[in-house]
C-alpha cells in the first residue's frame, strides 16, 4: 500500500509543481503589465466601449474594452493600470443598461465564467479566483481547461498581448441591425420567465469600488454610453433607466450618454445594442469633437 | 454523481481511504462502508428512489431465504413467482406502462375506439433494468438450486448496490461476486494500479470518444434535413463510436473502480466493433447482458436445440427482449429485430460459433478476408444503431433515406469540420491503441506495462492531457437511461 500510495503522489506531484510554477509566473507577469507612458486616456468595459471607440483616431489614448468584461475585472484592471502610471488622468468607463442586470452574474459567477472570466484569473486576488473555481458548474470541465490555457498563454506570451488587457476592436463592415435579433437581445439582457430581472449587486458593488477607487488615484471618471438602436432603448424598462439616473446624480458621476445618437441602420450590428464598424468611425468622430470641446 | 465528475474523483478516494486505512481489518466493516458509500451515490441522482432500491434488496432477500426454507415445491413456487412479477411489476411500472397504454390507445383508435389511457409521470429510477436483473438472476438460481440463499443481509445488499456496478452494471451473477464479497480482501499493488490504468482508459473513451462524437451525432440526428447524405452516414458513425466509448467506457471505470477496493468484475466489453460476424459482436458487446438473456431466457426457452422454428423464434424473442430491454420504444424494438435478422443466415448455416477467439490472434494485420468481415459487420451495426439512436421509427427512416439520397457521395460538410477532424482522429487512435490490446481484458492491460517507464508515464500524461484538453460539458452516460 505504502508503495501504491508514494507512486501516486508521485505521480500527480510531477504535474501540479509545474502547475504550481507557471502560476506563479502568470501572477508576476500579470502584475507586471504597463501600459504605453503617453497613454493619459483609458477606455474600459466590455464589447460596447470596444466597439464603439477607434483609439487611432484620438492620440494618447488605449482602448482597453474586453468582450462581456464585467466591473469586478474592469476594476482590478483600473487598479492595475493606475498602480504605478500617475500619467494617466482620464477613465472613459463604458456603461450599458443591462451592466446593471444580475444577467451579467453568469460572467462572473455562473456558467458563462467558464468562458469570458478565465481571462482575468490572474488579474484577480486569491478571494475571487476561489470563488471562480467554485463557479460554472455543469462547465467546470471547460472552466478548468479555459484556466490552463490562460495559464500557458500567461507564461508564453509577452505581457502586453495578455488576453486580459482588451483592445478596440470591430469587424462588422456589413451589418445593420435586425428587429428580430433587437427583441431577442432585449430579452436575454432584461427578462427572464417573463418577468424583470433583478439588478446585479455584484456589478453595482464594483461600480462604486471603481468610482472610489478614482477618486482615491485623483483620475477624472466619465462613464460614457454607447449609441443603442431606438428599439432597443424603448425596450429597456423603466427600473433600469431610472435606476442608472439616481446612482449617476446619487454619486455625482460625470456622463457622456451617446445612447440617444442618431445613426443609420448600418451603424448598428444586428443586435442594435453594438455599432458596426462604420458607426464606429462616426461615434468616435463625434467623440473626438465632445472631448476636444471640453479641454 | 457520475464517473466523470468532480464529485466522483472527491467520493472515491475518501471511500478508498476509508476502505484500506479505516476498517480494513474487518470484513464486516468493509462490506458496511461499501454499502453505505453505495447508498450515498445512488441518493446523489434522487434520494427517494434508495427506497425502491432498499426495498427490491429485502425484498429478493427475503423471497431467497424463504425459497430455501420452504419445504413445499408449491412453497417455493408461490415465493419465486411473488419475488419475479414484484421485480418485473416495478419494471413495468416505471419503464414500460407509458408505452404500453400509448400503444394501446393508439392500435384502439386505429380501430376506431378513442382511448385517452391516464400516464404516469414520473421520471426513471436509475439503473434500475439493472439491479432488476441482479435480483432476478440470484432468485432464479436459488430456485433452479443453482446456489444457496445469502444469509447475512449486508453481504446480499453489498451485491446488489456495489456502487462502481449500480447504475450501468456489469450484470453481475451470485456466483461470481457473492463469493468475492464474502471473502477476505487484502491490498493488492498490481491489482490497484491495473484498476488505475482501466479508469484512465475507460475516462478517455467515455470524455474524449465519446463526449466529442456525440456533438456531431447529435447535431446529425436533430437536424438531419441540414447535411447530405455523407453527412448523415458520418453522424451514424460518429454515434457508433459515441456509443462504444460511452458504455464500454463506463464499463472500464465500472471494473477500474471495483479492483481498488480487491473486487473483480465481470468482463462487459471485449473489442466488438473488431468482430467478423454478428454473432461474434453479441458475445463482445455488453457481455454480462447478452449472457444473462442466454441463461436465463434463451436456454430457458430451448436455445438452439430443437427444429428451425423453434431456433428462428428463440432467436427474434432474445433480440427483441434485448431490444425492448434499452427502452419503451418501437426503435429498439427494430433495433434488436434487425439484429436478429442479421442472426439468422449464420443460425441457418450453422455458423453462428464460428469466430470465438479475436481476429487475428497472435498477428498483427487481419487477413483481407477479415479485414472486409470486419467492415461488413460495422456497417451492418451502424444500420441497427440508426434505430437506436432515433427519437421515433419514422425519424430513423428519415434520416436513412437521407443518406441513400445522391448527396451521398458529397464531401461532407457541417460546422466546427475542424473539431470533428481532431475527434476523427482520436477515434482513430482509439482504435489503433485497442487493436494493440485486443487480446486482452481491456487495451492497455498488458501492452503499456511492458514500456519503459519513461515511455510510459508519458503515454499516461498525454491520456490525462487529451481528457483534460478534449473534455466537453460533464455529460451523462447514454446507459443510464436504461
Redesign the interface.
Known sequence: MKRFIKRLILFFAFPLVILLLGYVIALKKVNSYQPQKNIIICYIGDSHIQKAIDDKLIPNSKNFGKSAEQYLHSYYKIKLLLKDNPQIKKIYLGFSYHNLSAYSDEFTDGEKTAFVGTKYFFLLPAEEQFKMLKSAKENRNILLKNLVKELVNSNIKKTKDLEFIGFYQNKFNNSKADVKSINKRVRQHFYKDNKIIPFSQKNIYYLKKIIDLCKEKNVELTIINSPLHPIYKSKIPAKYTNFYMDFCKKNQLNVLDLSEMKLAEDCYIFDGDHVSAKGSEIVTKHFQKLISSQN | MLFNS?GFAIFLPIVFFLY?FVVSKNLKAQNTLLLLSSYYFYSCWDWRFLFLLIFSTLLDYYTGLKMSNSNSQKSRRFWFWTSICINLGFLGVFKYYNFFASSFAEALSGLGFNVHPSLINVILPVGISFYTFHGLSYVVDIYKNRIEPEKNYITYAVFVSYFPLLVAGPIERATHLLPQIKRKRS?D?YQ??DG?RQILWGLFKK?VIADNCAQYANMMFENPDHFSGSGLLLGAIFFAFQIYGDFSGYSDIALGTSKLFGIELLQNFSFPYFSRDIAEFWRRWHISLSSWFKDYLYIPLGGSKGNTWMKVRNTFIIFIVSGFWHGANWTFIIWGLLNAIYFLPLLFSNKNRHHIEIVAKGHFFPSTKETFSILITFGLTVFAWIFFRAESVSDALNYISKIFSSSLFEIPRFPKMGRAKTTILLTVFMLIIEWLGRENNYALEKIVPKWKAPIR?AF??AI?FCI??Y????QQFIYFQF
Not at chain 2, 473534455?471 to 460533464?474: L, M, P
Open positions: 468532480l484500506w491490498f499493488y490497484a494500479t488505475l470524455i508515464y499516461y500524461y490525462i483534460f484538453w473534455g466537453q460539458k460533464e
